[in-house]
T-cell receptor
Framework: EAQVTQNPRYLITVTGKKLTVTCSQN?????MSWYRQDPGLGLRQIYY???????DKGDVPEGYKVSRKEKRNFPLILESPSPNQTSLYFC???????????FGSGTRLTVV | GEDVEQSLFLSVREGDSSVINCTYT??????LYWYKQEPGAGLQLLTY?????DMKQDQRLTVLLNKKDKHLSLRIADTQTGDSAIYFC???????????????FGQGTILTVHP
């Protein structure tokens, strides 16, 4: 089944403890992206990637890192999480820049 | 700059038509999208329209694009309780020949369908 898989689905962590949210797609898509969803703000793009080793900042990149060492994987790294990063995170992938993204099921992160 | 606006709530009765509206500010939009998000789930792409089109129909869904007013709408015919969800409008921007896969989303419209 064609899909974007994120792990974990739920995560509660403490301020300052490094964490990684994994994202994997099995559709051989070129484009991948991370979004965070907050009430009243819709989805805001954190980082995106156009291909292996090609990444760029979105609208809200502060406090996040990404890597794209393989085409299928695009992990999101929070080196020192803070409570304002408590949010619902979505990974997405697309074959072309304009075709429309396929989204993962989301990761609900709480930083206390 | 890029800005996408939607009304936050829409309530309709089952069997009626729903119309969800969206306005955008960037005239260099290339594609405009409608996504649906059900509770506890990710976003599902419903339909999209290229910026040189005026209308697109797909079964119960009709998308209308007014480029002059930068207004996009999604009409759902014969709305069912299973259509209750959050609907997001999104645009991709043509930044010098490519959009680099960047989507800008509206805040989402919560559609509630009453029996």
């Amino acid at each position: 089944e064609a899909q974007v898989t994120q792990n974990p689905r739920y995560l509660i962590t403490v301020t300052g403890k490094k964490l990684t949210v994994t994202c994997s797609q099995n559709m051989n898509h070129e484009y991948m992206s991370w979004y965070r969803q907050d009430p009243g703000l819709g989805l805001r793009q954190i980082y995106y990637s156009m291909n292996v080793e090609v990444t760029d900042k979105g609208d809200v990149p502060e406090g996040y890192k990404v890597s794209r060492k393989e085409k299928r994987n695009f992990p999101l790294i929070l080196e020192s999480p803070s409570p304002n990063q408590t949010s619902l995170y979505f990974c997405a992938s697309s074959q072309t820049e304009n075709y429309g993204y396929t989204f993962g099921s989301g990761t609900r992160l709480t930083v206390v | 700059g890029e800005d996408v606006e939607q009304s936050l709530f829409l309530s309709v009765r089952e069997g009626d038509s729903s119309v969800i509206n969206c306005t955008y500010t960037d005239s260099s939009s290339t594609y405009l999208y409608w996504y649906k998000q059900e509770p506890g789930a990710g976003l599902q792409l419903l339909t999209y329209i290229f910026s040189n089109m005026d209308m697109k129909q797909d079964q119960r869904l009709t998308v209308l694009l007014n480029k002059k007013d930068k207004h996009l709408s999604l009409r759902i015919a014969d709305t069912q309780t299973g259509d209750s969800a959050i609907y997001f409008c999104a645009e991709s921007i043509d930044a010098g020949g490519t959009s680099y896969g960047k989507l800008t989303f509206g805040q989402g419209t919560i559609l509630t369908v009453h029996p």
